[in-house]
């Protein structure tokens, strides 16, 4: 399994940026795909997560603000950020785990994922 991430870069508050992650030699059909995002000397946390069967999982933070969504034919994930803030500034990781639903706060746990990318920068200025 493959994931690459892409889409980063820098913004000014207020702006808005889509970040892609392409899945390859992925055969599940049932699966929970995620993204994470870690600040230099913080947690990695998780940010939003969807499942085969569409549904998602938000943090708090960007409730309203964040889509996560996929293609299942191309098996590209999605995380469309709108009214970016600099709080938002990370490196973003896609992670994937196949054979299960995001049917819980299992979701945006980091140990949960197996699989995961390289990561893509994300900078929001003030």
């Known amino acids: 399994v493959q994931l690459v991430e892409s889409g980063g870069g820098a913004v000014q508050s207020g702006g808005s940026l889509r970040l892609s992650c392409a899945a390859s030699?992925?055969?599940?059909?049932?699966?929970?795909m995620a993204w994470f995002r870690q600040a230099p000397g913080k947690e990695r946390e998780g940010v939003a997560a969807?499942?085969?069967?569409?549904?998602?999982k938000y943090l708090d933070s960007v409730k309203g603000r964040f889509t996560i969504s996929q293609d299942n034919a191309k098996k590209m994930f999605y995380l469309q950020m709108n009214q970016l803030k600099p709080e938002d500034t990370a490196m973003y990781y896609c992670?994937?785990?196949?054979?299960?639903?995001?049917?819980?706060?299992?979701?945006?746990?980091?140990?949960?994922?197996?699989?995961w990318g390289q990561g893509t920068q994300v900078t929001v200025s003030s």
């Open positions: 030699g992925y055969s599940y059909s049932t699966y929970s």
């Open positions: 992670a994937a785990e196949g054979g299960r639903h995001c049917s819980g706060s299992w979701c945006l746990i980091r140990d949960e994922y197996t699989d």
């Open positions: 969807i499942d085969s069967d569409d549904s998602t």
